[in-house]
């Protein structure tokens, strides 16, 4: 039952280095999301993929690219780090964008990134 | 902007304790999320509502659209229910969903 895997689990960058957090789910689901989450805040969604070959903008996108290389992965790059990007990275998956309405996600165990 | 409100932000409980965790909304939704996160940092989806009332084991959820206003309650809390609950809602008008910043509890022997 691997559900939603995400690598690496810890990472520290410094300033203007670059990196690719990988995600991948092997539930057959349509749509992924990468979402942050900073101490004092909710859960914030950076970019989402309804479904295989389409990618749109979440509610914090700005530093941020993606790519749905298949239906099972969905990577997040962070092109040149910033401290501002220091946080905890999930991925999560919904079987399509709609029925997250109804049963919700399954989420990655998180990436602790922290950028000096 | 904070289109959601958890209170309180933390709670500590007796085990065997009932539980109530609130949340409140600002705007109208199509559909309200209870999530839990371990101590771990993982993180699961416990409920999906847009109207009336869910169970599932010692977990119950319940909404009122027109007070703009959810509860999850835990009956005879154990140890581990020790965790962060999270709630989120979908706006009526977007396509994603607003997370609160949780509410932190912890259920002591």
């Known amino acids: 039952n691997a559900g939603v895997t995400q690598t690496p689990k810890f990472q520290v960058l410094k300033t203007g280095q670059s990196m690719t957090l990988q995600c991948a789910q092997d539930?057959?689901?349509?749509?992924m999301y990468w979402y942050r989450q900073d101490p004092g805040m909710g859960l914030r969604l950076i970019y989402y993929s309804a479904s295989e070959g389409t990618t749109d903008k979440g509610e914090v996108p700005n530093g941020y690219n993606v790519s749905r290389l298949n239906k099972r992965e969905f990577s997040l790059r962070l092109e040149s780090a910033a401290p501002s990007q220091t946080s905890v990275y999930f991925c999560?998956?919904?079987?399509?964008?709609?029925?997250?309405?109804?049963?919700?996600?399954?989420f990655g165990s998180g990436t602790r990134l922290t950028v000096v | 902007k904070n289109e959601v409100e958890q209170s309180p932000q933390n709670l500590t409980a007796q085990e065997g304790e009932f539980i109530t965790i609130n949340c409140s909304y600002s705007?109208?939704?199509?559909?309200l999320h209870w999530l839990q996160q371990h101590p771990g940092g993982g993180i699961v989806s416990l409920f999906m509502?847009?109207?009336g009332k869910k169970k599932h084991g010692r977990l119950i959820a319940t909404i009122n659209i027109q007070e703009k206003h959810s509860s999850l309650h835990i009956t005879a809390s154990h140890p581990r229910d020790s965790a962060v609950y999270i709630c989120?809602?979908?706006?009526?008008?977007?396509?994603?969903?607003?997370f609160g910043t949780g509410t932190s509890l912890t259920v002591i022997p």
């Open positions: 705007v109208g939704i199509s559909a």
């Open positions: 999560a998956s919904s079987e399509r964008w709609e029925t997250a309405v109804y049963y919700g996600y399954t």
């Open positions: 989120a809602v979908l706006l009526n008008t977007g396509n994603q969903f607003y």
């Open positions: 509502l847009s109207s």
């Open positions: 539930m057959n689901h349509n749509s």
